[in-house]
Structures are given as C-alpha cells and as structure tokens.
C-alpha cells in the first residue's frame, strides 16, 4: 500500500522501527497517547508485553505481522478505541474482554469499587445495577470472597460478555446475573447491604465534553439519559430503594459533568435516604454521590 492514509513500514521492519514509525504516523493523525497506542497495538499483533517488546527491538516482522499491524493502525487512526481492537482492558488489575456492547472500563469507576469496599460489611449482599462488561461486580467478587455479589445488566450481548469474564476470573458461581433494566428483573424480596451503580448520565441533547472517538464507538445505551433528563437513570434506581436497601445500607453511583447536581439533588429529595456526600475522582472533579438508607 502506497497511500498516505496507510501507515507506511520503515526498511528493516524491526520491532523498534515499526513502533517509531507507527507512533509518528499516529501522531499525524491526532490520536491521543500515540506512543502507547503504538505498543498495546504491536503488543497484540507479537504476543509480547511492553518490556518484550523493546528486550526483543532488533526482531524482525515478517509480512503477515506487518499487515496485521497496518489493519491495527488504520482503525486506531480512523479512531477506534485501542481497547476495542486489543479485545481486552485492565480494569484494577484484572483483565477483561471489551467489545463495542460495553463501555470501556475506566479508572474513575476504579475508584467507585474502592468506595464500595468501605461500605460493604462482611458478609454483605451487594448488587451492580448496569454491570456491562462485569467490572465492577468481578472486582468485588475477586477482592472480597465474602461478598454476595449480584449484576443487572439490559444488553444481551454486554450480559454475555460480563458471564464470560465472570467465568474467566473463577466468580461464575458467586455472582447471580439478572437479565433486565434496572429493579425490574430482580426477584421482588430480594434487599441488599450495598447498591452501586455507573449509569448512562449523558444528555444526548447536551454532550459537551464527551470525546469523539467514546461518541462513535461507545455504545449509546451505556452513555446517553432520557433527552433533558441528565438524572432519569438515577431516577429508576432510588424509585424503589425503600424495597431493595436495607436500613442502614448504602447507596453509590458514580456520575458526572450536568448530572451531578440533579443527583444529589434526587438523593436529598429520597425520605428514606441521608447522609448524602458528594466525592471527588482523582482529577478533582464532581464524580460519586453516595447516601446511607435510614435505619
């Protein structure tokens, strides 16, 4: 291939070389962290970690590892995220299949599992309403054995692909998938020490802030709220609250940007809910509400 929109290959084609000439190809095209893009990309195309891969910077690519390494490219540069062409992602130091059905996990909802894991007594009940790829209910499960970990996700295919990383860190059989928005597929009795929560906090009619390539690629269920309703998927988990969280249990969502006032606003307005806090992401930004269920 000789266009300039195909990523053109140095003489010698060696580790180093394709990694230098793909960042700067990279670079061209506006791609954040080309560098890094550059080596998770070669990375999967070799099998090799980032240490391997400069241990090991004289080896040469043959042919079907350069082109393997062009297709890679070409999508990074058209935007795709790097963690859907990787096919996984780390998420607290476990590593998850990803696909275009989930949102990409992100280390502000890293944070969220830690706030979690300060509010869950032992033994706790604990439910992820929206659960995705699985990340945050296999990260309780996995960290906390003692967990009674449970996970409602809508998307069919997310769902799936949440069973499958339940079952690839050995949890399968200590969280209980419910397939269904929000309350409605649990099992009405069924009431919880712990609800945590990453809803779709977007307003699809305000997006400000929210970057190309997580428009293009993310999938629009897990990103956008009801039109002009930041806090409607807030809404439909405090609703019923009074019926699935114990007295004296807690209540943690991760949000952001235009939803975060309307939440806590929504939590303040709950009769059955107090001790409502705003906390901050590692950024210093607005990011969780968290409240406690009156006793």
Known sequence: MSTPDVPQQPQGHTVLSVLRGAEDWLLRRGVEAPKRSAEL?????????RLQLYLAHDRPLDEPERAAMRGLLVRRGQGEPVAYLLGSWSFRGHELAVSPAVLIPRPETEELVSLALEHAPQGARVIDLGTGSGAMAIALAVERPDLHVSAVELSKNAMALAQANAVRHGVADRITFHAGSWWEPVP??????????????????????????VRAHEPPLALFSSPGDAASCYRAIVQPIAARLRPGGWLLVETG????????????????????????DFAGLDRYVEAQRRS
């Open 188 to 213: 009405v009795g069924e009431c919880y020490d712990l609800v945590v929560s990453n809803p779709p906090y977007i307003d699809p009619g305000a997006p400000e802030g929210l970057a190309a390539d």
């Open 257 to 280: 940007g235009g939803a975060v006032a309307p939440t806590r606003a929504l939590f303040e307005r709950c009769e059955e809910l107090q001790s409502v806090v705003v906390r901050q």
């Open 41 to 49: 990309l070669l990375g999967k195309v070799l099998g090799l970690g």
